[in-house]
Structure formats: structure tokens, C-alpha cells
């Protein structure tokens, strides 16, 4: 502290470094803040165009399903075969016969085409399913589920809903099957493979390392496969994102996510779908440029700040070599050597410093000397007044000298002549 205090240049560097790093932690800040907003805008648009993207993926691929249940009802080959198996016996050769023609072709479909996971035909009325690509549903009674009763009025497409069988998620298409005379026959239904849907919606392409989308049913379950039934969320998945997403809204955010790290997501409810789809990036690396770009910033300012602080302690030699010539003199000056003449080494104000400092010298060296002078004169002056009173001392001591003789002369006067008065009464 007390360097600090006494050295100049120690004060004049440490101030501009000071100085430096404040300016580069500012510069730092604002470079951080601009380039955040603009990548948190970037990540937002990039986020927002895999939503759409993804949703446009999963609508196509839902209505490639409808439209490939309706060609699979309208082929004579099912049509025919269906209109047998209702309006014969079981133990007709003819039922049996197509039941085997059609139980065989609806596999081979179901094989060639792995979306379709189960493939199944209900009576009319009642709806009893009497052939199914999976043997065990035979039998059943699907009279009151929604995909039997609105697919004898239409095609009708089943959003993603809790199977009754396994409780996991399912989507089902039904549509008629008509004769030839458009009299309904019964009911074509088909369970799809949501694993198509999940291998579109989690594809991460575009996304870093960190992006996801996911989609979650209007009571907040993960619909897809690899999320579903996850015991942390025992009463539905709730974020800011999907809780905004299920009431409807769209939009986008910084939240955390379902496992509680801070995410920046695009957020959507599919309406035609009933699920709300997400897309979310991690923050940390979503904004990983800008601190990238605010800590280049800092090591190159502070860089910067050290060559320019020794640039400043070269400076400031040179500025305070001047200053620390003159504050030397000074020093001898103040011990009583006016001898001393600080050095003129710059023409600017320094050096006007210099030269004014030598001539407050030189006066003050010519004062001394008018004073001495002065001095030495009233010495003198001072001497003869001793040397005068020292003269009249003595006149003064000499008088008093005669005084006292005559005094005592007198006295012996005095004394002889009553001795002579003595003497002449004796005789």
C-alpha cells in the first residue's frame, strides 16, 4: 500500500488496467447478451421449422394409413371374401375357404406393410371381430369403442388413445366395407405401428446433440414408446411448454424441461391430431457459441489489456522520468542544497515545470544570500552596540570609583578633624 501510495507510475498503470478490464468485461457482456438473443431467435426458428416439418411428416403419414385403408376395404379381393364370411356358416366349406383366403392376404399385407400392426374385420352389427391378423382378438365384441361405431358411418381416423387391451398407446383407422350394391357389410379396422411415428418425431436431424421433439396426448402421457409409462410422471408430464401445448396455445420459451434442465422450446397443440408436439434444445448448448464468443472476447481483451498496460508502464516512465528528476531535486532542496538544479529533458509542460522550479531555486538561493548579507550586517551592528556598552560600563564603573574616594576622603576629613577637635580639649 504504501508503493501504491508513493509510486506514481504504479497508480497510472494500475488505473488504465483497471480501466481495460472493466471496458472488456462490458464489451464481454454486451457481445454475450447480443449474440445469446440472437441465437436464442436462431434456435427458435430452427426449433419452430423441425415442428412443422415434423407435424407435415406425421399428418402425411397418417393420411398415407387412411388412404391405404380405404384402397385395402375397396379391393374386391376383400370385399368378396368379406360378404362370404358374413352371410355364410362357419362350416361351409365357402367360409372356410375365405376365411383362409382372407386371413392369409390381410398377414401378407400386414407383413408388406409394417405400419399396419393389426388388421381386423367387425360384423355390422355388434361389432364382433371374426378375422384378425392376431388370432387372440377373435371373438371380441368391439361394439362400443369409437373406431367401430364412427367407422360404420365413414372413414374415420382414431387419434392416439389408451389401448383398452394393454393401456399403452394406439391410433386406429376404420372405414366400411360395402358390396357391390353399396350395402355397409362390415367394418375394416386397422391398429398402426406408432413406432413409425416415433422414428419421425424423434428424428434429430438439425437438432445438435441435445434437441428432441416428442409428442404428448391431451392428459399429459408421453405418447411415444420410448417415454410412455414412465414412473416419474404418475400423474402426466408437466412443463411450462406442454402444459401450454395441451391447453392449445403455441409458442415458444426458455423452461426447464420434464427432467427439470433449462430448455429453450417451440411448443404446439396438432389440433387435426390431438397432441401436442414439442421441440426443445438444451440451453447450454444452444447458447454455447455465444459464451464461446464472450470468452474470446475476454481472453483477447485481457490480452490486449496486458500489452497495453505495459505500453502505459513505458509511457509512463517516460512521462514520469521528468516528474521523478524534478521530485529528486526537490528532495535535496528541502535538505538545505540549493545547489541542485533539476534537469529540463522535455519541452512541454513538464519541462515548463522544470525551468520554474530551477528559478524558484534561484530565488530563493538569492533571498538567502540578501539574508545573510543582512545578517552578517546586523551582526555587526550588534557587536559595535556590545563593544559601546561595554565602554560606558567601564566610564560608569570609574565615577562610581571616585565617588567612593571622595567619600572616604571625606569621611577622613570628618575623622581627623574630631580627632584635632579631641586633641585641643585634652590640652
Known sequence: MRFWTRSLMARLVSYFLLLSLLIVSLVGYVAFAQAKDALQQSVFDRLGAAATFKEGELNRWVDDQRQDVIL?????EITVQTEVLLTRKESDPTYKAAYTFLSDYLIAVSNYRPDMREIFILTDVGGKIILSTDKSREGDYRVIDEYFVQGRLGTFVQNVYPSPMTGRPQMTISTPIVDKAGERLGVLAVHLNLDRMDQIIQERTGLGATGETYLVDKVNIFV???????????????TEGIDAAVRGQSGSGLYPNYDGVPVIGVYRWIDSRE????????????????????????????ISAVGLAVGVYLLARQIARPILAIANTATQVATGDLTQMAPVLTQDEIGVLARTFNQMIRQVRDLLGTLEQRVAARTRDLQIAADVSKQI???????????????????????????????????
Open 72 to 76: 385395402l376395404a375397396s379391393l374386391p
Open 275 to 302: 397432441l401436442a408436439l414439442l421441440a426443445e434444445m438444451h440451453q447450454q448448448e444452444a447458447f454455447a457459441p455465444a459464451r464461446q464468443l464472450a470468452v474470446a472476447i475476454l481472453i483477447i481483451g485481457l
Open 224 to 238: 411415444s414408446a420410448e417415454r410412455f409409462g414412465r414412473q416419474a410422471f404418475p400423474r402426466g408430464v408437466h
Open 393 to 427: 560600563t567601564t566610564v560608569l564603573d570609574i565615577e562610581e570609583l571616585l565617588q567612593q574616594v571622595v567619600k572616604l576622603t571625606a569621611e577622613s576629613f570628618n575623622l581627623y578633624a574630631s580627632f584635632v577637635f579631641l586633641l585641643d580639649e585634652d590640652e
